[in-house]
């Protein structure tokens, strides 16, 4: 059992269970960028060993910071602004899958958090009242 006053939470789950939770949340939660940023991630850690391994590691014991190292390959966390949304693609991708990724250490029903989420964040968007409409 993970102790509340550390920051250091470890993932109970296997990095395949974890990236379930993770790709199904993302979804939920109409994430896009995060989930294609978390499919080049998957696609090169199936063609390098290295970075398979360090995905595991950084699945199971990963801070902000060792996100923001395992996907830099992908792009840039610290880029200049963009003139156009979405203003920072990449490091809101890996924000999400960060924040994701505490919500699942911390052993949250993913369900409840989506929805929660969206309430916070996408009640305004037509797909999540198709979506809440669907749930009636």
């Known amino acids: 059992m993970n102790n509340p006053d550390d ?10 269970e974890s990236l379930s939770k993770l790709r199904r949340f ?6 896009a960028d ?3 940023l978390l499919q080049k991630a998957e696609e090169k850690a199936n063609r390098d060993s290295e970075y ?3 995905l595991g590691k950084v ?4 801070s902000t910071l060792m996100y923001r190292e395992l996907f830099s390959p992908f ?3 610290w ?3 963009r003139e ?13 899958i960060d924040s994701a990724m505490h919500k699942i250490k911390l052993g949250l029903d993913m369900d409840a958090a989506a929805d929660e989420y969206n309430w916070l964040h996408n009640h305004n968007s037509d797909r999540c009242k198709a979506l809440a409409a669907q749930k009636s």
Not at 59 to 62: R, V
């Open 79 to 81: 880029e200049r602004s």
């Open 59 to 62: 699945l199971k014991f990963g």
């Open 52 to 54: 398979r391994t360090l």
């Open 84 to 96: 156009t949304f979405p203003y920072f693609p990449h490091s809101d991708a890996v924000n999400a």
């Open 7 to 16: 920051v250091r939470f470890n993932n109970p789950y296997s990095e395949e």
């Open 26 to 31: 993302l979804k939920a939660t109409q994430q």
């Open 75 to 77: 792009g840039d966390y």
């Open 34 to 36: 995060a989930l294609i």
